[in-house]
């Protein structure tokens, strides 16, 4: 048995012409060029009042180290990439669950700076706000 790692995503990003929807028209956009397996993995939500997006971005269900793992991180850092492109805007929240082979979860949740987003804040496992 291999360690999974679950990592999901939130971002959150405000809308500024929520007449046209600029933001919203990219980020669709974006993500229907995405491979379509790992398309299914987005989410898209809206706020009741104030222009807000919400995108969650689900785990790619695979073991840590598989091909399926790698390309589904190069997706959720290029994502977040385009984002922090063409949105000011946005927050990302990253939340991890590890599970490991003794079937114990250890839960952290991260809140990351919306310029600094990487799966390498992995690598710190103390969990809790990473500072910038």
Do not use: C
């Not at 290029?78 to 929240?93: A, C, D, H, R």
């Amino acid at each position: 048995m291999g360690t999974l790692i679950e990592k999901h995503m939130i971002v959150n990003v405000w809308e500024s012409d929520w007449e046209n929807k600029p933001t919203e028209k990219k980020i669709d956009k974006y993500i229907k060029k995405i491979k379509e397996e790992y398309r299914n993995l987005f989410g898209k939500f809206h706020s009741v009042t104030n222009g807000y997006l919400f995108y969650f971005v689900a785990w790619d269900g695979s073991k840590e180290g598989w091909d399926v793992q790698q390309e589904a991180k190069e997706i959720r850092e290029n994502f977040v990439k385009f984002v922090k492109e063409i949105s000011l805007n946005s927050t990302i929240l990253f939340i991890k669950e590890n599970v490991y082979e003794e079937n114990e979860p250890d839960y952290n949740i991260w809140e990351i700076d919306k310029r600094e987003w990487t799966d390498e804040h992995d690598a710190n496992d103390e969990g809790g706000e990473q500072d910038e």
